[in-house]
């Protein structure tokens, strides 16, 4: 398993590759169209640290139907439950904000003009938050593992 500072990385990587989507996403529409092959990259980054992150803590934030060849134990249930809430109060906060957001910018006109690359990076933006967000809780907050000696009672046994 990755150490925790590895696993870390990972996360910012993935939300990185987030706002490197989105950054794309919003040159295309107010700069230049050919500025949107900026996204190619980016999903490969965040495609590359998703992935790395979804193979760490595979036994922690997939259900069991999801995968049947990884067992859980009581404390990695409670993991990817904590996980989750967490995940989900992240997520209900990121939409107040939005919301907010919304009703200030349709009040008050800031943007005249919502245009099909502006939903896309948004419409990205909430996919992939979703899609990540428990399993970067987990990979953010699951402490390193230290390898403990064998008890003493092993060690004289094997003598």
């Known amino acids: 398993m990755k150490s925790q500072a590895q696993r870390r990385l990972l996360v910012i990587g ?22 949107l092959a900026l996204a190619i990259p980016a999903f490969l980054l965040l495609g590359y640290c998703y992935w790395q992150v979804s193979h760490v803590v595979r036994g922690y934030s997939y259900p069991d139907y999801v995968c049947r060849n990884v067992t859980t134990d009581e404390r990695q249930a409670k993991i990817r439950d904590r996980s989750f809430v967490i995940a989900y109060q992240i997520l209900a906060i990121c939409f107040s904000i939005f919301g907010v957001a919304v009703m200030f910018v349709m009040d008050f006109s800031w943007f005249r003009y919502v245009t099909h690359n502006t939903v896309q990076a948004v419409l990205w933006f ?16 699951l402490p390193d593992f230290q390898d403990e000696p064998l008890p003493e009672v092993l060690v004289t046994q094997h003598r």
């Open 126 to 141: 909430v996919l992939l938050l979703a899609a990540a967000l428990p399993s970067c809780v987990v990979a953010w907050t």
């Open 14 to 35: 993935i939300f990185v590759g987030f706002f490197l989507i989105i950054g794309s996403f919003w040159l295309a529409a107010h700069v230049a169209k050919p500025l």
